[in-house]
Nanobody, 123 residues
Framework: QVQLVESGGGLVQAGGSLRLSCAASRRTYSMYVMGWFRQAPGKEREFVSTIRWSDGSTYYADSVKGRFTISRDNAKNTVYLQMNSLKPDDTAIYYC????????????????WGQGTQVTISS
């Protein structure tokens, strides 16, 4: 019923910046929280950040705190992830997710997932 489409991925040099977008086809009453995860080859999916639609409250993984910023545009049903000071370790497929609570989404218990967008950071 809901499609999440990520965009903005690509190849950038270490120290550079990139902005990812996640556009939702529609909003539902249960889609209160949006978030970002990432997965590198051979590793499990890793939590990155979440944001609550209603008040804009945010939460970040320690690995990206101070470098990444999550934001939302309620009118466009779109969430963004501004990534600065990128490192080679940030290389991964980045997935957008949506769910009911901050805790559920951060735990990977999202109701909706996007197909992912590749982010590659060269050294």
């Amino acid at each position: 019923q809901v499609q999440l489409v990520e965009s903005g991925g690509g190849l950038v040099q270490a120290g550079g910046s990139l902005r990812l977008s996640c556009a939702a086809s529609r909003r539902t009453y249960s889609m209160y929280v949006m978030g970002w995860f990432r997965q590198a080859p051979g590793k499990e999916r890793e939590f990155v950040s979440t944001i609550r639609w209603s008040d804009g409250s945010t939460y970040y993984a320690d690995s990206v705190k101070g470098r990444f910023t999550i934001s939302r545009d309620n009118a466009k049903n779109t969430v963004y992830l501004q990534m600065n000071s990128l490192k080679p370790d940030d290389t991964a497929i980045y997935y957008c997710a949506a769910g009911k609570t901050m805790g559920a989404v951060q735990s990977g218990l999202s109701d909706y997932w996007g197909q992912g967008t590749q982010v590659t950071i060269s050294s």
